[in-house]
């Protein structure tokens, strides 16, 4: 048996060792030296390389030669990990149960019962497929961003590289104190991401910002980590959701605590109103790159947690907080919504947009219901490509002017129309046009949540309307018009760029038309996740009695 | 002397009094006679041996020792099996014990290399501390290159008292091991060659702070020798079980009994420095010279929470109810005061200090768990914590000013640090990160242990102020990476002193350490430690594993 998810960790993080140990060439060195070194390191990384063969020629000599060694290697590393991963889902068996495939348990840390134990199930599934698409499309949109860094970028493609290994290991750990040591690892190559390689004065603040409000969260989910471990006497999640299990016995009060530990550390990193507040800075100083990743993997790690720990760990706590997070939820569709609509930066722009779509995640979550559950799973995979898309695209803009504030352009369709096209398509799908990838979840969520209640999904529908205004309105101010003076010479998309773009749209597209397949990935999971509540609630109303029946 | 029946049938035991000459385990006691000898020898040198090569003898031979005494350590681990006692029951051998004897010591060893580090033919140290500063006669003296090989017997002496102090079994020898153990460090922290009069105000306010604590730590022996009628660990444990000794039959001796271990955590709380006994550690460690910092960071750390341990455990094991309270609001002062007075620290040298004192608090949520598993989770706490420490100070001699090359402990200033020397800056952020407990470092399987043992203790609420304060401290960590990696610096920046052979291996040894326990930490955990079986209760584990009852042997 090919351990498969072990193997998709270790391969970027193998690509990010090798290259932070490119070796490290100094600018006044001769320029022998550097293309020596360049060369050396590029036949050590072997295969790695064979990928990555689409690259503009190198810089001659001086410090870029290990910088473009460095972006092919991060090239070649995160295509062979997409590679890998997809050779994996093609072994998925959308059959069965929505039980975990692929596992493997290994002691890591007896002492404490610690597990290297990692398996995905449908969606933990389509999450790493996310991820591990989005990660060379970031690459290559981030391609010349740091050229003008001392190390020509390549600490941040080493960044990228660790933070995809750690990506992985989150959506794929099944012990909870793995999958706590990658929620808080990750913070450390993110943090770098946005304060060495962020945008703006403010990077550094930033960063800061946004590592405090996680640590917080991830503090408070030490203590409820901690909590479960002591009670369950297990970090392995098959064993703290076994319904017999020491953590289903727990008295209901202790449960609710833990359930809450956990749920402040996700829904910090979801993010939800009203602990948002550390996206827009932390979005709004990233390169967008950077921005790519944090909103379109690293928020999915907080609605993820909640799906997959919050509501399956602890099944007779959930149904006390169903009604305080729907309501938090529709605070953050509207909310979030409303801020977009003021915001005249693009980056701040999008992630208030994803405030307000998380709050779509989170409500379809927490609706309990078999469709909105799905709809939320495939929203989180949606959001990805169409935010992340965005973002690539308002990153694009802000490579060629230097802004990314949205007065500062103008009449874009007129001298750059394949960019243009491009920016709507990405737009129209983040207001959930049919026959777009979004619409499909968000349609999904509507669907179960109605079945659930009809009033959240009423308050609900003012976020369609306002994301038609955030979104139509930053088109109108930045693509159509008269073209400002600057603008004139705005070059279209290069080749680079709409290779880093079009698989998104294509995927938009195409799972906007067809969502069966990942349907039929998420499905069992999603079954199985609102069965367990199912059953808990029954037990729950009819009293110890029947207890047994689960 | 208060006879005590230890159980029906049994003859009277006295204790402490020596009727016949005591059987000495000679073996068990190596360690600390090969450190006294090598102390002892090491001043006979400092009067007989030729000055020029008087130096690198006395680096040699304390070097040495210390290896000696590890290598003796490493060896007692499989004989003494479940622990015994030694010289009459006053010394306690067992694997708890020689794992914070272990750890002291090569911790001591890693403090040594930065002791005897030299620049340009200077160490760390004064020309000649009997010098007024700044007068002609402490010129002539740096001029002519004079220098303290005192240091090393010092050190030496100082850390036979570590050896000791939670070796001991007998409140009497713990007393004398607080005193071996801090005298000689009063004295190295007057010794700076720079800023001397700073350095010299730290040592005057140590060894006042010091003695003002020794005397409570002493008033509360006298306390607990008037309750239990004995100084031995293993009589005052029976004592307090049996509510007191004989004259106490009516059970009116308790005031006493709290008294005595109020008094004697005094002492202990101040050697660790937990709030609110923690005021001299921000001024010691700033003025005392930063590997003599280094050393007390660590090692005396490790001591001093060895014998709170030990004394919280042994003696007071059964009397919970009166201490834990009281740990419990000094653990909750301690992580809450410290952390927020950490975040005005402008200095390098003082905001560690605060950061040890937070760190203090961690450990005594452990304490307070009062189980094995919270003991445990305390040994691996302060043996990670001890190598990063090492490798923080390590960094902080590197890091000087331009003019006159002092060490610039204004962190502000470091801005740019990150550019000029990244490897340095990579390391001291890693230092910094396992302070405030990221994943993958030694900082958070530490903080697990100890956080863990509470919460199963029943203790959540204080671990709950525990992530809280946690979270606090992360601010001024990560503010200090902020500084070195994200801020050019503004006018003149600080030089990086070339990490010489010595510096750069106790970095490298930090490093190495705080990844080692971070990711792989099983084999520290499941052979160094003890582990609780399930259904034992906490207490009991306790006893058997750290007590040797005298007169059992």
Known sequence: ?550 | MIPLNLADGAPPALHGVTEAPPALDWWLLAPFLVLFGAGVLAVLFEAFWPKDSRRTVQIALAALALLVTFVLLILQVEAVGDGTTVANGVLAVDRTVLFFQGTVTVLALVSLMLIAERRDGRDAFSAQAATVPGSEEERTHILAGSQHTEVYPLVLFAVLGMLMFPASNDFLVMFIALEVMSLPLYLLCGLARRRRLFSQEAAVKYFLLGAFSSAFFLFGIAMVYGYAGSVNFGVIRLAVESGGAEIFADGNGEPLLLMGVGLVAVGLLFKVGAVPFHNWKPDVYQGAPTPITALMASCTLVAAFGALLRVFFVPFGTSAQIWEPMLWTVAVLTMVVAALVAVTQRDIKRLLAYSSVVHAGFILTAVVAGSVDGLAGAMFYLAAYGFTTLGAFAVVTLVRTRDGGQELGDIDRWAGLGRRSPALALALSLFLLAFAGIPLTSGFIGKFAVFEAAVAAGAAPLVVVGVLSSAVTAFFYVRIIVVMFFRDSEGEGPTVARAGLLTGGVITVGVAATLALGIFPGPVLDNLLPSSEPGQEPAAVMVDQVTAVPGEE
């Open chain 1, 1 to 550: 048996m090919i351990p498969w998810l072990t193997l998709a960790i270790a391969l970027p993080a193998v690509g990010a060792a090798v290259i932070w140990a490119l070796p490290r060439v100094k600018a006044p060195a001769s320029a022998d030296t550097a293309a020596q070194a360049g060369a050396s390191a590029r036949a050590d990384a072997g295969s790695g390389t064979a990928t990555a063969t689409r690259s503009r020629p190198a810089a001659t000599g001086g410090a870029a030669a290990p910088a473009e060694t460095a972006k092919r290697l991060a090239l070649g590393f995160s295509v062979a990990t997409l590679l890998l991963v997809a050779a994996m889902a093609l072994n998925f068996d959308t059959s069965g149960a929505g039980g975990l495939q692929f596992e493997e348990v290994y002691p890591w840390i007896p002492y404490f019962g610690v597990h290297f134990a990692v398996g995905v199930d449908g969606i933990s599934l389509v999450l790493v497929l996310m991820s591990v698409v989005l990660v060379p499309l970031v690459v290559l949109a981030a391609w010349n961003e740091h050229s003008d860094r001392e190390d020509g970028g390549r600490g941040y493609f080493a960044l990228v590289l660790a933070l995809e290994a750690m990506m992985i290991g989150v959506f794929a750990a099944t012990d909870v104190f793995l999958f706590y040591v990658f929620f808080e690892a990750m913070l450390i190559p993110v943090y770098f991401m946005i304060g060495r390689y962020g945008r703006g004065a403010d990077s550094a603040r930033a960063a800061m910002k946004f590592l405090l409000y996680s640590l917080a969260g991830g503090l408070i989910m030490l203590v409820a980590v901690i909590g479960v471990y002591v009670v369950g006497g297990t970090f392995l999640w098959t064993e703290l959701t076994d319904p017999g299990g020491a953590l289903a016995a727990v008295d209901p009060a202790t449960a609710r605590w833990l359930f809450l530990g956990f749920f402040i550390a996700f829904a910090i990193k979801a993010p939800m109103w009203p602990v948002h507040t550390w996206l827009p800075t932390a979005a709004g100083s990233s390169s967008p790159g950077t921005a790519v990743l944090l909103v379109g993997v690293l928020d999915k790690v907080g609605t993820y947690g909640m799906l997959r720990y919050c509501l399956e760990m602890f099944p007779a706590a959930v149904s006390w907080f169903v009604w305080p997070v729907v309501g938090l939820s529709l605070v953050s569709i509207v909310y979030g919504a409303i801020l977009a609509i003021g915001q005249s930066d693009m980056m701040r722009l999008v992630a208030y947009t994803s405030v307000s779509h998380f709050g779509f995640i989170t409500l379809g979550i927490f609706a309990l219901t078999q469709q909105a559950q799905a709809g939320a799973a495939l929203y989180m995979v949606n959001h990805g490509f169409a935010t992340g898309a965005l973002f690539l695209v308002v990153g694009f803009l802000i490579a060629r002017r230097g802004s990314s504030r949205i007065e500062d352009y103008g009449g874009v369709q007129k001298v750059a129309p394949k960019l243009a096209g491009v920016f709507l398509v990405t737009g129209l799908a983040g207001l959930a046009l049919p026959g777009l990838a979004p619409f499909v979840s968000e349609f999904l969520v509507f669907v179960g949540v109605y079945a659930f209640n009809p009033v959240p999904a009423v308050i609900a529908t003012a976020g369609v309307v306002l994301a038609a205004l955030y979104i139509l309105w930053m088109y109108q101010r930045t693509m159509t018009g008269p073209t400002p003076e600057g603008l004139s010479g705005l070059p279209d998309l290069s080749g680079r760029e709409m290779w880093a773009v079009a698989p998104l749209v294509a995927l938009i597209i195409a799972f906007g038309v067809y969502p069966q397949p990942m349907l039929n990935v998420i499905n069992p999971a999603v079954e199985r996740t609102v069965e367990a509540e199912a059953d808990t609630a029954v037990a729950v109303t009819d009293g110890d009695a029947e207890g047994d029946e689960e």
